[in-house]
């Protein structure tokens, strides 16, 4: 049964929604929405799902900016503070109940648990969703002086089509970073985990592949 939560951060409110894993839960994903979306967005939703149904129990929940209906996401750094006041929130909630835990979430919010990784935030792993490594056409403008800092596993998908990680400069980026770190690239899937219909594939398959591929990961996590 899920459970809605409203959760203080510094004097505002957010939303929060914690859906248990289907099955044996063997731990709890805190799942961050990207900078257009929110926590009930089509991509949140199916990816989620998924990954409900390969033991991850869900936790999602709204930026400050998304709760107040606006476009422009915070700073990075009220982006991390609502993070971290949520990822409280679950441990005060689901006391033990919570195990193993996971942060992470879709570009922009992955790249706010990144930071927290980075910053030494507790938690038991990181999982990145099309994680943002440069704006669409700008492949000099990296996000990634951070990344040598993470010490936790690190489980991250992007798409061999995605504008916002060219393949080649996240593999000389991950030259850098020394945390266990998976690099998993979907074939023909762009920033959304869309693939074209010429690819052959269908974007339920794409899913299927982060499904199963995260259900390995997360074996060695316990």
């Given at each position: 049964?899920?459970?809605?939560?409203?959760?203080?951060?510094?004097?505002?409110?957010?939303?929060?929604?914690?859906?248990?894993?289907?099955?044996?839960?063997?731990?709890?994903?805190?799942?961050?929405?990207g900078a257009g979306?929110?926590?009930?967005?089509?991509?949140?939703?199916s990816v989620t799902a998924t990954?409900?149904?390969?033991?991850?129990?869900?936790?999602?929940?709204?930026?400050?900016?998304?709760?107040?209906?606006?476009?422009?996401?915070?700073?990075?750094?009220?982006?991390?503070?609502?993070?971290?006041?949520?990822?409280?929130?679950?441990?005060?909630?689901?006391?033990?109940?919570?195990?193993?835990?996971?942060?992470?979430?879709r570009s922009m919010g992955g790249r706010a648990g990144s930071m927290l990784a980075a910053d030494g935030f507790a938690a038991d792993?990181?999982?990145?969703?099309?994680?943002?490594?440069?704006?669409?056409?700008?492949?000099?403008?990296?996000?990634?002086?951070h990344l040598p800092r993470i010490t936790m596993p690190v489980l991250c998908f992007n798409g061999t089509r995605d504008a916002l990680c060219t393949p080649d400069i996240m593999r000389r980026v991950l030259t850098t970073v020394h945390a266990p770190w998976e690099m998993h690239w979907l074939e023909g899937a762009d920033h959304s985990f869309h693939v074209l219909k010429s690819s052959g594939r269908t974007d339920a398959e794409v899913l299927a592949e982060v499904g199963d591929v995260s259900d390995r990961w997360l074996a060695r996590l316990s």
């Open positions: 049964m899920s459970v809605s939560w409203r959760v203080a951060v510094d004097g505002a409110e957010t939303s929060a929604l914690y859906e248990p894993a289907e099955g044996n839960q063997r731990a709890v994903f805190v799942a961050a929405h979306g929110s926590m009930m967005d089509r991509g949140m939703a990954l409900r149904r390969r033991g991850l129990g869900i936790v999602r929940f709204n930026f400050l900016y998304k709760e107040r209906k606006s476009g422009r996401p915070d700073p990075m750094p009220t982006l991390m503070k609502t993070f971290a006041s949520v990822v409280d929130r679950v441990r005060a909630e689901l006391g033990s109940g919570v195990g193993r835990l996971v942060i992470g979430g792993g990181l999982l990145l969703l099309a994680y943002p490594l440069h704006p669409a056409g700008k492949p000099d403008q990296l996000r990634d002086a």
